[in-house]
């Protein structure tokens, strides 16, 4: 394999089942691997420079990366952020959440913008043609989000008040997947843009890693977000509707991940998308991972009455499952430019 020990060392530790010992995003940028890019190409601290142009490249790789990064970081705040919505919505036990949520995300769009003015400003030159169209989107994205918030706050003041809880948590459910859709969708955009000077799509493996870990990423998101509008009313999950966009959330997943039991299924697909692609030289989940979701997910849906805690466990092995697979995205973030 073509990658440093270093680079061996911080997928590993990426990938540590334990999130408790797992980096951060903030430990990934500055681990030996990231650090040592610029050092390997600008020499010792006093050397003079024989090579402007390619230090500056250097520089501008390093710099997109750690924007990439933040980016992600953002994109998985507002994708948490779309599930506490609908948890608040569904009664006030999740307001606290969103409301600490939408701080967070808050924090995250102004880390994001400040690296990508960082590498805006990072080149010499006039500043590549992609990041000006990433940042102006990032912008509008922003003053969506704003409104969709207000929106948001609004239909929790009066969800007491509302016939049908559900179709505003439809609604804000909606809103926030279109919203995501564009993050990622300008995220891929920007990456065409970065590797193709036509930007047509690149299809080199690891650009598609990273596009079907997006997807993924996302269609688990919105699985957690359709749980959690039913946290605090657990019964609601036995109404015919619920129960058809349930079949589909689950289907999906299924389709991309496979399964974690050996039975023929009604959903084909196998192992699932990505192991039968062989995108990866590791599968994305363990079998134990899709075992301790289904086990809680079939557990809901076989009993006889649905209980809070149980709802809430499923919506616990969501988010971890999630939050590996981001780990899995940070990786292949760098892996496009390594």
Known sequence: SALSQEARDLIKSLLNPNPDQ?????????????????????GPIGTPQTNR???TSVNVDKCTIDALMAFQELLAGVQRERGTACWALGGEDG????????????????????????????????????????SSALCAARKDLVTLRQQCSERIVQRDEMLDIGEDIDETFNAYSVLIWTFI???DHLLCRLRSPTGEPDPSSPTMRLKLLQLIAEQLGRERAFVSGHLVRPETLRLAAVVRKLAEVIGARKVLLGSATDANTIVGGGLGIVSMLRLGEQPVLDSSDLQALEFVENRILNAKKVEKPAVAEWWHQLTKVIDKIHQHIMVRISDIFD
């Open 22 to 42: 797992r980096p951060g995003p903030k430990d990934v940028k500055l681990h030996p691997w990231l650090k040592g890019m610029q050092e390997l190409h600008t």
């Open 53 to 55: 142009s390619r230090s």
């Open 95 to 134: 307001e606290s959440a969103y409301h600490w949520q939408t701080k967070y995300s808050s924090e995250r769009f102004d880390e994001a913008s400040e690296h990508v003015l960082k590498v805006l400003n990072a080149d010499e030159r006039t500043p590549h043609p992609g990041w000006v169209s990433f």
């Open 185 to 187: 969708d300008s995220m």
